[in-house]
DNA sequence: GGGCCCGCAGGG
DNA sequence: CCCTGCGGGCCC
């Protein structure tokens, strides 16, 4: 072997720079510290044992090519490595689940298994950060506790003993030769991980799926401005901590079991001064846009504001246009003009879904519905739950088609705008021969999808039940998503930054 | 009151 | 990544 003065590592097409050849996995070494990847062939000095290959420094890193692999200086990269070479090592692992395993570990997000445990426990989320192996970064199979405090598999700590290890694999400190040479498993440690668990698989078996938006607790109660958003005030404000439970794509009301904060659930007529605190309370998630929902899946609720002439609200029905058939190039993102027609396409098409299955849609009133006198004096409104009776696509007044809903309402509270005159009982349907002869096309083909127990005061599905579970990918998608947002997010403004900024705007 | 402009959020 | 979106503040 050539011995150059300069050792060089693998460049990014992994080839390495000195040889030019592309070595093998096994033939690669991965520094603890920069996370170089470097030939094994073409070092000066090798690794002699498997245990050193783990907190193996680079030549540039070490400063030395000949130094002695030593004391990993960065814990956190040289415990990502170990558990990274960890899960190379794992001959039950398939490379797709191997390489599954890396990318949650380099993303800090490990999915639920299985797919089925959206229910996430945040037990177990709390024991995931602290008791996790720091071998195999799983919840200790059989742990044992250091007495600086800190938990393994009995399998891993004793691999590491094996090795010649007297030093936690967590924090260095030396472990005991007592419990070197007789490691106890923490009974205690077992109840506890075996409660977790336990709890888990209820919550994920359970009717009341809980889910709390990745890194919802990092947001501030108030929407907040980030470095990007130039002006003051809330026009490009970030919204703040959403309060409630809910999945993004729950259907129907927002009950008290999914509102932890004040256990009443979103009331109808509830008030907020504007669409980010709706936000917040679950009611209408997007900020901007009138429509939330997914085209293969339906809508969860759609917010009035009287964008188009031709809508009309008669407080217990109206009329809904869809969004698109504008042109929104440029500047112009509220242009009213209609310049094309729209089609049951997006948002649009979500709705037909709700309306086809019979889906509960939240409606939230804001104060810039001119027109309607349903309208809130100021803000943003929370009328109930509707259902889209009809949908259709029809020539609107600015001559381009659009699509047209015909929304009536079907919540068992009273609305906002009435006295509760119907009690505890159903509230009927408006007319069929009003709506009919506001809609020129209404024709009432079957009944509702969903109605009233028998007692009028809860929900209950006729035919069409909301979609239990999330539709297949979307949500997963969704989740994935959001976590890379979240962290592109957080690499341009620290969420402790963020908290600052909104501190220092508020003195 | 209308136009302009900004950036956030999320679907696709 | 790109595009869209019934916000919201500010300026004229």
Redesign the pocket.
Known sequence: MAHDSIQLPCGGDGACMRCKVTPPTEETLTCSICAAPWHVGCLASKPETLASTLQWHCPDCSGDPLLPPSVATDGSSSELFVAIKAIEADESLTEKEKARKRQELVSGRVEEDGGNGKGESSVLDVLDESLNCSFCMQLPDRPVTTPCGHNFCLKCFQKWIGQGKRTCAKCRSTVPPKMASQPRINSTLVSVIRMAKLSKSNAAAGPLKVFHFIHNQD?PDK?F???????????????GKIFVTVP??HFGPITAENDPDRNQGVLVGECW???????QWGAH?????????????GAQS???????ED?EDHGEWFL???????D???????N?EQSFDQKF???N??LRVSCKKGYPVRVVR?H??KRSSYAPEKG?RYDGVYRIEKCWRKVGIQGFKVCRYLFVRCDNEPAPWTSDEHGDQPRPLPAISELKKATDIFERKESPSWDFDEEGSRWKWKKAPPPSKKPAN?AD??EG??TR?AIR?SR?LSTRERLLKVGNKKQ
């Open positions: 947001r929407a401005t980030t470095e990007r958003a130039q002006k003051a005030g809330k026009a490009n404000a970030a919204s993004p794509d001064e504007d669409r980010l605190e709706c936000r998630l997007p900020h901007v846009a009138g429509i939330a929902g997914q085209s293969n899946y759609v917010a009035l504001s009287g964008g188009y809508d809904y246009t869809g969004s698109g058939g504008r929104l190039s440029g500047n112009k993102r509220t009213k396409e997006k948002m098409e979500a804001s810039k519905e943003v979307a998608l969704k998503k959001r947002k997010h341009k």
